[in-house]
């Protein structure tokens, strides 16, 4: 495996996405967006507690995690697109013909789908978490972030997050022919990451760093088994032979 | 340069290729044809490593396409032009080959000096920071031409090349085809243009799942036994027509006033015929020989399988 082919594969990924509109305004609109709308919730509900800090930190860490979902949406859209793209455009073929691994294809594919998705998660995490240090210091006499608790989420589950939409769009891509098609199935992966900022939302659970610790060794687990279950679909025989 | 023995590839219970045995020489244009389905594609994939065989061997510039470690030297030394050109349309022309010249780890000197040197030859060179989408097909595909002999390779697999282009397109790409020839290129050419075949190709293999037959394109037209003499007659009447059936010719189809029978030695059998026809009180204004063609043998050939 030469990583040098599959950074070269990535930046041509990079080069065709960057041409799509689309896919950029979703990766910087929604994280921008998210982080404007809880920045504005957070500087609000700061003015509103009149020194009261545990209601201003209540929710601050649930609302952390809503970056880690974003994670698990973002790349879903990028891969989709480079792998059924590539799929309908019919250039798979070619470039199986030449000298590059399946392996390096998928990987460049998979940074490709990585990078941009998880740099715009973090820049508007970071918005959110500057913004709201600059809201409750006041109130809190400290500065909430950074934290233990942020750090596991935003660095160690949302990679594995993203990870997990991009194995599941990469196996979703072999088995339809339509990019968005590819893109609804693999923007379902927010679902099980979802469902944890529910139950944290309704109590069932706490977002204490051993839960986000358990939690992304289970999504760890799921990754590993996804990714040989993804290495097994891209591969040049299964493409060409059994891809619909 | 390539040589297979008894290559075969099933999908399930489907045969694809059967049995193929051939060698394809260094420098040789060398045309595969065969109806749709008759496994032209998977022998390309297969050669080109992009697919497995299910038995038999096939060795590409003397490297075995079964051996995983030899597949990536044999991928380094073949061009493939797929019969779907596969082009990044949101990449432009200049973009398409340089990505490609990057994968064969090209220099970017290098990449710069082949990716101006192609496009200038197939006239796209001021196209060429135009997107690949907005290319016409006769465009893209010498833009996939390009792409496959971007590093260079000694051999180069065209799978219907000149399919859906337009009469001009067509002859373009079958120039550049007839250059490549005179730089010594194996060309290995899928196609079931008998004419294309005819006219570039030094040997022809006719493919039908089976190898059907190979050899120069004389040699393939020779192949099939028998002329036909087609005599034109001032007129004809039941006389005449009674003379030649008592010569036993075979095959006689009559079409106005011009007879054509079927004759497998013209220079022994003409003389007798027009004999007769002159005997009956016939009136011979020509004498044609029409020859086997090289469509003769591919339609036999073919035929001669489904049946």
């Not at chain 1, 409750?136 to 909430?144: A, G, I, P, R």
């Not at chain 1, 944890?196 to 939690?215: D, G, H, Y």
């Not at chain 2, 045969?15 to 389905?37: C, H, Q, S, Y």
Request: glycine content about 6%.
């Amino acid at each position: 495996m030469n990583l040098g082919t599959s950074l070269t594969v990535a930046a041509k990924e990079l080069m065709v996405v960057r041409r799509k509109k689309s896919i950029i305004y979703s990766i910087i609109v929604l994280p921008l967006l998210v982080s404007v709308a809880f920045s504005l919730y957070i500087n609000q509900a700061a003015a509103a507690a009149s020194g009261i800090p545990s209601d201003i930190s209540l929710g601050l860490d649930s609302i952390t995690y809503f970056f880690v979902v974003l994670a698990a949406v973002l790349p879903a859209s990028i891969a989709a697109y480079s792998i059924v793209g590539e799929k309908v455009e019919k250039s798979l073929e070619p470039l199986l013909a030449t000298p590059v691994t399946d392996g390096e294809i998928l990987l460049g594919k998979s940074i490709a789908a990585f990078v941009p998705p998880m740099l715009a998660a973090w820049a508007g995490a970071s918005i959110f978490m500057a913004d709201t240090d600059f809201a409750t210091h006041d109130l809190l006499s400290y500065y909430y972030f950074p934290n233990w608790t942020s750090g596991v989420m935003l660095l160690l589950l949302a990679p594995l997050a993203a990870i997990f939409s991009i194995e599941m769009a990469v196996i979703a891509s072999s088995r339809v022919s339509d990019v968005r098609a590819a893109n609804q199935i693999g923007g379902l992966t927010f679902i099980p990451f979802m469902a944890v900022f529910l139950a944290e939302a309704t109590s069932l659970i706490a977002l204490s760093i051993v839960n986000l610790l358990i939690i992304s060794g289970v999504v760890l687990v799921v990754d590993l088994a996804l990714f040989f279950l993804s290495a097994a679909t891209f591969r040049r025989e299964e493409i060409l032979t059994k891809w619909r | 340069m390539i040589e297979a023995e008894n290559l075969t590839r099933k999908f399930g219970d489907l045969t694809a290729v059967d049995n193929l045995t051939l060698r394809v020489d260094e420098g040789e244009v060398f045309g595969f044809l065969g109806p749709n389905g008759a496994g032209k594609t998977t022998t390309v994939r297969m050669l080109c490593c992009l697919i497995s065989k299910t038995s038999g061997s096939a060795r590409v510039g003397n490297y075995d396409i079964g051996s995983q470690e030899d597949a990536p030297k044999i991928r380094k030394i073949v061009g493939l032009v797929p019969d779907n050109v596969g082009l990044y349309e949101s990449l432009t022309a200049y973009e398409n080959l340089d990505y490609y010249g990057k994968l064969y780890k090209r220099t970017q000197a290098q990449r710069k000096e082949r990716i101006e040197y192609f496009l200038k030859l197939l006239g796209l060179w001021e196209k060429k920071d135009a997107m690949a989408g907005t290319f016409s097909k006769g465009m893209k595909q010498k833009l996939a031409i390009a792409r496959a002999l971007i590093h260079d390779p000694r051999i180069l697999f065209m799978d219907e090349p000149t399919a859906n282009l337009d009469p001009e397109s067509a002859k373009t790409v079958r120039d550049f085809i007839l250059e490549l020839k005179k730089e010594k290129k194996t060309i290995f050419l899928n196609t079931h243009n008998l004419d294309e075949a005819q006219r570039i190709c030094d040997r022809i293999a006719i493919l039908n799942t089976r190898l059907m037959s190979v050899g120069t394109p004389d040699e393939l037209e020779r192949s099939v036994r028998g002329t036909t003499t087609v005599i034109q007659l001032r007129r004809v009447n039941d006389a005449i027509l009674d003379a030649l059936k008592r010569l036993q010719v075979r095959n006689m189809v009559r079409e106005d006033r011009k007879l054509m029978v079927e004759v497998v030695d013209p220079e022994e059998e003409n003389p007798a015929i027009v004999h007769a026809i002159d005997a009956a009180g016939g009136e011979v204004v020509s004498v044609s020989v029409v020859g086997s063609t090289l469509e003769d043998a591919y339609l036999r050939l073919v035929r001669e399988r489904r049946e």
